[in-house]
């Protein structure tokens, strides 16, 4: 299967943009990027997810690299909502996800 | 808004105990899936199902067993109890048409003394 490589964590000033990093060099052609999220104390929660082309919707943005070895989810403007722990997922087996240790986002006023 | 609902929300119980711990859908979604969050860990899967009697096992060996007997069910049981039990268990489900986009119940706390 598959890997992806996060940092472990990450800081972001509050209002700022953030961009997550994600190394998937393994990834093969059919693999979907996912990105969930998930709050203290809470559930994971679906962020985006793209195949080849540059996707926003109204949580996020996610650029992926045109040789599909990496990807970035950006935040526009951070808040301290957005502290969580974010996860890069591509496919695990089937439908199900293989979420991994993800980047731990600290969110500062 | 995800219409995923898990009961009870924190268990302590004693080694030994059979549990059940619920999981409900109110979405129609087909498939079904049980993680496993050790505090501060990653997410396990242990269990998922594609649709009404249909259950597999996931990547992590689990002593629990699930059944999918109507669409909208899909409880975990664990016969014994263990101390190695206590962890943080949590319900997703997600639909045919996209099947990627996982929504989550918001877990049950389980502590086996």
């Known amino acids: 299967d598959a890997k992806t490589t996060q940092p472990n964590s990450m800081e972001s000033n509050e209002e700022e943009p953030v961009h997550l990093p994600c190394n998937h060099s393994?990834?093969?052609?059919?693999?979907?990027i996912h990105w969930y999220r998930q709050l203290p104390s809470q559930g994971p929660e679906y962020v985006i997810h793209?195949?080849?082309s540059n996707v926003n919707n109204r949580m996020a943005s996610l650029a992926i690299a045109e040789d599909r070895k990496s990807s970035t989810l950006i935040l526009h403007r951070a808040t301290l909502r957005d502290a969580a722990v974010y996860y890069c997922?591509?496919?695990?087996?089937?439908?199900?996800?293989?979420f991994g240790k993800g980047t731990s986002l600290l969110v500062t006023p | 808004e995800a219409d995923i609902y898990q009961t009870p929300r924190y268990l302590v119980i004693g080694t030994g105990k059979k549990i059940t711990l619920e999981c409900s859908q109110t979405?129609?979604?087909?498939?079904m899936y049980w993680y496993q969050q050790d505090p501060g860990m990653e997410l396990h899967l242990i269990h998922y199902?594609?649709?009404?009697?249909?259950?597999e096992k996931g990547d992590l060996s689990s002593e629990s067993t699930v059944s999918r007997i109507r669409t909208e069910h899909f409880p975990l049981t664990l016969e014994s109890a263990r101390p190695s039990h206590t962890s943080q268990y949590l319900c997703?489900?997600?639909?045919?048409?996209?099947?990627?986009?996982?929504?989550f119940g918001p877990g049950t706390r389980l502590t086996v003394t």
């Open positions: 997703a489900s997600s639909a045919e048409i996209t099947p990627y986009e996982q929504y």
């Open positions: 393994t990834i093969s052609g059919t693999d979907y």
């Open positions: 793209g195949l080849t």
């Open positions: 997922i591509l496919r695990y087996s089937g439908y199900a996800l293989n």
């Open positions: 979405m129609g979604h087909d498939k």
């Open positions: 199902s594609y649709g009404v009697n249909s259950t």
